[in-house]
């Protein structure tokens, strides 16, 4: 019953709450009315708030209105849509791609496409959870392997019957360490022993790779993979997410994927922001430069004030405490101090690996990291961490 589910989850201080962002999701936001530098952003190149990626939405919402009216095979299909799918292929050098409402849609109703009963489907611990919750629609066998750990890919796809379906599964890079899939090496296992893999790139999309272009332009394989998933909530700063691919396996998802199907259509302004905020990657690629940069700083400074952070190479920079209650404790005090990065905690973590979890943008300034610098030196000092 769910009151003695919450209960136990009070009891256990886990349960959850929202906060409000009462301004725009800029590096400084105004929250419980403070302002606060903001390290909890997905939004790693500020386009949420670009000018150039508002104008777009308004400007699509006044030639098609607020909502879409329909599902995407009905009347839900408007310019900004197909533009938007057309300019997802050309970013990923497919022939096609399609437009999901969200990354947990996409996830959904592509692991189902790729295989089924019968099937075996091989992920990371540490997958998100929409890929998991696709992997048991699916009905194919459900198995995990240690975090990043080929070797036991290798054994679980050698010991597998040679003519069953299998799929590896794994983000590029993961949310709450930062790291990254090692995608060379699970794709070289996939072609030797005739797997298939899907990457879902959610974090690495506008962030990892020369270009922007995700996790599997970091490590150069992009060609070696069919099919490719990213969203367009977090670097590209709007809503939704894309499967590209080749055509005949974009037709078959519009088809078949049961979360593209029976949803309503995307606002026409989301697509048309996730448009803009595309072309903004290309046009303004300083923002990469400050990024990078930024994160550099960030990563450099906590380290040598003394904090342990996951094997992170990205700007999500997880700097781990250990113990629920105490990451908690540091949390509230960083808040107090004018840092908002928040305490991730069991279950989204395993037990006693709690962090603080800080991703850092293009949009902070120097003065900005310097201060959450201090916080944590002040905090970490406070609780006896550093
Ligand atoms: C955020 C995320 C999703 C979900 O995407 P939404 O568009 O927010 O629904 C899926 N997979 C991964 C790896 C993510 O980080």
């Not at 080929?150 to 790291?179: C, H, I, K, N, Y």
């Not at 903004?280 to 960030?298: F, G, K, V």
């Not at 850092?360 to 609780?383: K, N, P």
Request: glycine share 10%; hydrophobic share 45%.
């Amino acid at each position: 019953m769910f009151e003695k589910h919450l209960h136990q989850l009070e009891a256990r201080h886990l349960v959850r709450r929202l906060r409000l962002i009462e301004s725009e999701p800029g590096p400084v936001v105004i929250t419980e009315g403070r302002r606060v530098i903001l390290m909890a952003s997905n939004d790693y190149l500020g386009l949420a708030a670009h000018p150039k990626v508002k104008a777009a939405a308004i400007a699509a919402t006044e030639a098609f209105g607020a909502g879409s009216g329909a599902s995407r095979l009905l009347s839900g299909t408007f310019p900004p849509h197909m533009e938007l799918e057309a300019a997802l292929a050309r970013f990923k050098g497919t022939e096609a791609a399609l437009l999901f409402g969200s990354g947990y849609l996409a996830n959904l109703g592509l692991v189902p496409a790729l295989i089924g009963s019968g099937g075996l489907i091989l992920a990371d611990r540490l997958c998100h959870a929409s890929l998991i919750d696709g992997c048991r629609l699916s009905g194919a066998e459900f198995r995990v392997f240690r975090h990043r750990d080929v070797a036991q890919v290798r054994t679980l796809l050698a010991r597998r019957s040679a003519r069953r379906e299998t799929l590896l599964v794994t983000d590029g890079l993961f949310s709450m360490d930062g790291d990254v899939a090692p995608l060379p090496e699970l794709i070289a296992l996939a072609d030797r022993y005739g797997a298939r893999v899907l990457v879902d790139d959610a974090h690495g999309t506008g962030v990892m790779g020369p270009h922007g272009r995700g996790t599997l332009e970091h490590f150069g394989v992009e060609s070696r993979l069919p099919f490719h998933m990213g969203t367009l909530g977090k670097a590209l700063g709007s809503s939704g997410a894309y499967v590209a691919g080749p055509d005949n396996f974009i037709r078959y998802l519009l088809n078949t994927a049961r979360s593209f199907i029976y949803t309503t259509a995307p606002p026409p302004a989301t697509a048309a922001a996730s448009l803009a905020g595309l072309e903004i990657l290309r046009s303004e690629p300083e923002r990469r430069t400050r990024l990078w940069a930024n994160r550099e700083h960030l990563y450099a400074g906590l380290t040598s004030l003394g904090f342990h952070t996951t094997e992170t190479v990205s700007p999500i920079i997880p700097v781990l405490i250990g113990d629920a209650d105490m990451a908690t404790r540091m949390a509230e005090r960083l808040f107090q101090s004018g840092v908002y990065a928040p305490a991730i905690r069991p279950p989204t973590v395993p037990r006693q690996s709690s962090r603080i979890r800080v991703t850092v943008t293009s949009e902070h300034s120097h003065e900005q990291l310097e201060s959450v610098l201090a916080a944590f030196q002040d905090a970490g000092r406070a609780l006896g961490l550093v």
